[in-house]
T-cell receptor, first 109, second 115 residues
Framework: GQSLEQPSEVTAVEGAIVQINCTYQTSGFYGLSWYQQHDGGAPTFLSYNALDGLEETGRFSSFLSRSDSYGYLLLQELQMKDSASYFCAVEESNYQLIWGAGTKLIIKP | DTAVSQTPKYLVTQMGNDKSIKCEQNLGHDTMYWYKQDSKKFLKIMFSYNNKELIINETVPNRFSPKSPDKAHLNLHINSLELGDSAVYFC??????????????FGPGTRLTVL
């Protein structure tokens, strides 16, 4: 079967660093995407990794290890506006993303 | 300028009714999707169209019927609405299959409540 595992909830303090992990088991794999969704809003694309290693975009970085079927999203210098749900999604074929259940990130002042 | 738009934003209706949700994208993308997000925030793909052709049709009751009159529009018609259909429905688009399905652009969502 196909599955993506990510923690349901993570709590961190404003200004800190937090890592959201994602492990996957899918029939195909082209790459791993990350999306952010604020309450009441739509998912928005954050990053994509097709190859092993770290991709950095401002305060956000994403990592992939294909051999371990594992990736993570790293958020630095956390701000209150980063409170949201974060989804990992595997590009399983040319036509489809397989989505994780999402991680709710709670940031405390 | 809205990239992916959906109407209506909210839809409250009685069980047994038929309703439609419209979606339009002005990004020039070839592929469009319908997702259902339940109260636990799980995103489930329902349908995907590429250039007006159906390419993904997940296990969805046949009460749900997508229609794509052109590649910029993908509408969703739902017959005989049931309580379990209550959810947020998102339309999304991506540039073209094979190169960019990983980056999808979502509409604002339609919150459907069935009473």
């Amino acid at each position: 079967g196909q599955s993506l595992e990510q923690p349901s909830e993570v709590t961190a303090v404003e200004g800190a660093i937090v890592q959201i992990n994602c492990t996957y088991q899918t029939s195909g794999f082209y790459g791993l995407s990350w999306y952010q969704q604020h309450d009441g809003g739509a998912p928005t694309f954050l990053s994509y990794n097709a190859l092993d290693g770290l991709e950095e975009t401002g305060r956000f970085s994403s990592f992939l290890s294909r051999s371990d079927s594992y990736g993570y999203l790293l958020l630095q210098e956390l701000q209150m506006k980063d409170s949201a749900s974060y989804f990992c999604a595997v590009e399983e074929s040319n036509y489809q993303l397989i989505w994780g259940a999402g991680t709710k990130l709670i940031i405390k002042p | 300028d809205t990239a992916v738009s959906q109407t209506p934003k909210y839809l409250v209706t009685q069980m047994g009714n038929d309703k439609s949700i419209k979606c339009e994208q002005n990004l020039g993308h070839d592929t469009m999707y319908w997702y259902k997000q339940d109260s636990k925030k799980f995103l489930k793909i329902m349908f995907s169209y590429n250039n007006k052709e159906l390419i993904i049709n997940e296990t969805v009751p046949n009460r749900f019927s997508p229609k794509s009159p052109d590649k910029a529009h993908l509408n969703l018609h739902i017959n005989s609405l049931e309580l379990g259909d209550s959810a947020v429905y998102f339309c999304a688009s991506s540039l073209d299959p094979g190169t960019s399905v990983y980056e999808q652009f979502f509409g604002p969502g339609t919150r459907l409540t069935v009473l």
